[in-house]
């Protein structure tokens, strides 16, 4: 009798229950450990996805599980109507170790935007008058699902069927300092960015990109918001992106890495422009609750600089070796990342090798059609690296028009 693997029954079961709003791949998740992650009938399966860039020290980290469950015997959740210690130290962790001064919490990247886009309308109508209110934000640009993330999204492929969007936003090309100025009017009231935009493919901007938006935003009086949800949290190598570039926004807004895997988001802001909340402002039920703060204050006490550091050098492990293998073949068109971001550009449909890659029990993702983004684990190891290169390098030999060829000189 052949049994039924127990992935095929819950899938069955998931497909009827729950709402279509992905295409999930054929894999039912169930348990991890570091990088690998193990599905429910035992396969085991290299993790180069991380929930999409949120499991920043790998799944079930033993500190971070203490932490949550020493966390759970004594406190959940209480509202933002009384303080919590985690929230208190979190704050200070996100403030001391930036440019920030106050912090807000929520519950994701989107929720983040949103506060973010709230917070800068309502400085610059106090500040500069009531018609303040546009934000310029990028082509390409990913910012969340929600309506005002959405409307500042600069990807029309999510916002189809969702007119009308929320008025107020302008999108220019990204890496165009002069499109930016050439698109502000009295209305402006800030700039939204993704220091290296994540959803697009990896995209990192000229150097000085960033210092001449900053310049700009001065010279207009302009909110400078980066959106450092994907980038935030270590994943560049750095605990924010903007700091390879020594230029500090007013907002930041962050997600995903922050909690190691517990929704969390939070907005970070500079003192002046964050008095422009006041009670009633803003407010989350959830937001900042002790349990995802206390995985917070955990993950940032990892990410010390000596770990950063090392961040960087892993990160370079990977993509010296894709350039390497790239070298060899035609299908690795490019290879591009900061940290542990990385972009890879194929020659072929980056689905076919990421399907090809879960009978190799390697998990990989993908941005668009013919880009691949590696965001593993934070604390991944060089073994790991390698792993995951003979797993990619067998799957590119499995395409018949595969051309290896000896490096070029
Ligand atoms: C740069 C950026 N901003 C915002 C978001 C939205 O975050 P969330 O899915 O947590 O709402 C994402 C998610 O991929 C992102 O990459």
């Given at each position: 009798?052949?049994l039924?693997?127990?992935s095929?029954s819950?899938m069955k079961?998931?497909?009827?229950?729950?709402m279509a709003?992905?295409?999930?791949?054929?894999l039912?998740?169930?348990?991890?450990q570091?990088?690998?992650?193990?599905?429910?009938?035992g396969e085991?399966?290299?993790d180069f996805?991380s929930?999409?860039a949120?499991?920043?020290l790998?799944?079930?980290?033993?500190?971070l599980v203490k932490?949550?469950?020493?966390?759970?015997?004594s406190?959940?959740?209480?509202s933002?109507?009384y303080y919590n210690?985690?929230?208190i130290?979190?704050?200070?962790?996100?403030?001391?170790?930036?440019?920030?001064?106050?912090?807000?919490?929520?519950?994701?990247?989107?929720?983040?935007?949103e506060?973010?886009?709230?917070?800068a309308?309502?400085?610059?109508?106090a500040s500069?008058?009531?018609?303040?209110f546009?934000?310029?934000?990028?082509?390409?640009a990913?910012?969340?699902?929600?309506?005002?993330?959405l409307?500042?999204?600069?990807?029309?492929?999510y916002?189809?069927?969702?007119?009308?969007?929320l008025p107020?936003f302008?999108h220019?090309p990204?890496?165009?300092?002069?499109?930016i100025?050439?698109?502000?009017?009295?209305?402006t009231?800030a700039?939204l960015?993704?220091?290296?935009?994540?959803?697009?493919?990896?995209?990192?901007p000229?150097k000085?990109?960033?210092?001449?938006?900053?310049?700009i935003?001065d010279?207009?009086?302009l909110?400078?918001?980066?959106?450092?949800v994907?980038?935030?949290?270590?994943?560049?190598?750095?605990?924010?992106?903007?700091?390879?570039e020594?230029?500090?926004?007013?907002?930041i807004?962050?997600a995903?890495?922050l909690g190691?895997?517990?929704?969390?988001?939070?907005m970070?802001?500079?003192?002046?422009?964050a008095q422009a909340?006041?009670?009633?402002?803003h407010?989350?039920?959830?937001g900042?609750?002790p349990?995802?703060?206390?995985?917070g204050?955990?993950?940032?006490?990892?990410?010390t600089?000596?770990?950063l550091?090392?961040v960087?050098?892993?990160?370079?492990?990977p993509?010296?070796?894709l350039a390497?293998?790239?070298?060899?073949?035609d299908?690795?068109?490019?290879?591009?990342?900061?940290?542990?971001?990385?972009?890879v550009?194929?020659a072929?449909?980056?689905?076919?090798?990421i399907?090809?890659?879960?009978?190799?029990?390697?998990?990989?993702?993908?941005?668009?059609?013919?880009?691949?983004?590696l965001i593993?684990?934070?604390n991944?190891?060089k073994?790991?690296?390698?792993k995951?290169?003979?797993?990619?390098?067998?799957?590119?030999m499995?395409?018949?028009?595969?051309?290896?060829?000896?490096p070029?000189?």
């Open positions: 009798m052949i039924e693997r127990r095929a819950w079961k998931g497909d009827a229950v729950l709003t992905y295409n999930r791949f054929p039912v998740l169930e348990k991890g570091g990088a690998t992650i193990v599905d429910v009938d085991r399966y290299l996805v929930g999409i949120v499991n920043a790998g799944h079930c980290n033993p500190h932490v949550i469950t020493q966390q759970s015997k406190l959940f959740h209480v933002n109507l210690v985690p929230q130290k979190l704050a200070e962790l996100l403030t001391s170790r930036s440019f920030a001064d106050r912090a807000f919490f929520c519950n994701s990247g989107a929720e983040a935007n506060a973010a886009i709230k917070l309308r309502k400085y610059a109508k500069r008058g009531a018609d303040c546009e934000i310029i934000a990028m082509n390409g990913f910012h969340g699902r929600t309506l005002a993330a409307s500042a999204t600069g990807q029309g492929k916002q189809k069927g969702f007119e009308p969007l107020g302008r220019v990204f890496d165009d300092p002069e499109a100025e050439e698109a502000i009017t009295a209305r009231a700039v960015l993704e220091p290296i935009q994540g959803e697009a493919g990896v995209r990192i000229t000085g990109y960033l210092a001449r938006v900053r310049k935003c010279a207009h009086r909110v400078l918001i980066f959106d450092e994907q980038t935030g949290i270590g994943r560049t190598g750095r605990l924010f992106a903007y700091e390879h020594g230029v500090a926004p007013d907002i807004t962050l995903k890495g190691g895997g517990v929704p969390i988001g939070a970070l802001a500079t003192e002046a422009v909340f006041s009670p009633g402002s407010a989350s039920t959830f900042g609750n349990l995802v703060c206390a995985a204050v955990a993950v940032l006490g990892h990410l600089e000596n770990f550091k090392k960087r050098e892993r990160g370079a492990y993509i010296d070796r390497q293998l790239q070298k060899k073949t299908l690795i068109k490019e290879v591009r990342g900061m940290g542990l971001l990385i972009g550009d194929l072929v449909p980056a689905l076919d090798i399907k090809r890659g879960h009978q190799k029990s390697l998990l990989l993702n993908r941005t668009s059609d013919y880009t691949l983004r593993p684990p934070l991944l190891r073994a790991e690296v390698d995951m290169m003979t797993l990619f390098t067998d799957i590119l499995e395409f018949p028009d595969v051309e290896t060829r000896p070029k000189s």
